[in-house]
């Protein structure tokens, strides 16, 4: 089983459709959460942290539930420059063998078309 | 100026060659780290430093070496190139944080090996 899975897709949404994507992780202990941004053939860049508390910013929410660990990205009113691969994140704990390290899923591809 | 920089951006090169990718960063950053992304695989790690004195084997490290030469430096070489480590390589940057682990990425090399 991987460390972190994500439905690849490919998303194929009109604009101003709302979208969510899913991740699943399998280490409980892990820490802290991120979804990151790719552009095709781009550098991944953080597009936002996820806390348990749940978090928005802008059009975007994250979402993560500890005890199922799972975490979504809800994007909604989603624009053609929305389209790109969506990477679900995931960092171990101080002490643990993964901390420090990010450990990434394979990434969902959303398109946004006119 | 980009904070994280790698040379070169594309390489062909062929079968046996000794390859090194650079990596530098003006972030002040103590951690690096190497990637290597391959479709529908995501990101994962080949060697990470969390600082001048400090080298860990990531989860593919097998074929590759590192050098951490500064704070600031830190390449990758494939002492003897094969096709199936035609991939894109990024290189990644992190503040030593406890409790925060968002990473800084170059914007890539894409290497062919033939």
């Known amino acids: 089983r991987k460390e972190v899975e994500q439905d690849p897709g490919p998303f194929n949404v009109p604009e101003g459709a709302t979208v969510a994507f899913n991740c699943t992780y399998s280490n409980s202990a892990s820490q802290s959460f991120f979804w990151y941004r790719q552009d095709c053939r781009k550098e991944p860049k953080l597009l936002m942290s996820v806390y348990s508390s749940g978090n928005e910013d802008g059009r975007f929410t994250a979402q993560l539930n500890r005890a199922s660990q799972y975490i979504s990205l809800l994007i909604r009113d989603s624009k053609l420059s929305d389209s790109a691969t969506y990477l679900c994140?995931?960092?171990?704990?101080?002490?643990?063998?993964?901390?420090?390290?990010?450990?990434f899923g394979q990434g969902t591809i959303l398109t946004v078309h006119p | 100026d980009a904070d994280v920089t790698q040379t070169p951006r594309n390489r062909i090169t062929k079968t046996g060659k000794r390859i090194m990718l650079e990596c530098s960063q003006t972030k002040g950053h103590d951690r690096m780290y190497w990637y290597r992304q391959d479709p529908g695989l995501g990101l994962r790690l080949i060697y990470y430093s969390f600082d001048v004195k400090d080298i860990n084997k990531g989860e593919i490290s097998d074929g590759y070496s590192v050098s951490r030469q500064a704070q600031a430096k830190f390449s990758l070489s494939l002492e003897s190139a094969i096709p199936n480590q035609t991939a894109l390589y990024f290189c990644a940057t992190s503040e030593a944080s406890i409790d925060y682990n968002e990473q800084f990425f170059g914007p890539g090399t894409r290497l062919t090996v033939l």
């Open positions: 994140v995931v960092s171990g704990y101080p002490g643990g063998t993964s901390y420090g390290k990010l450990t």
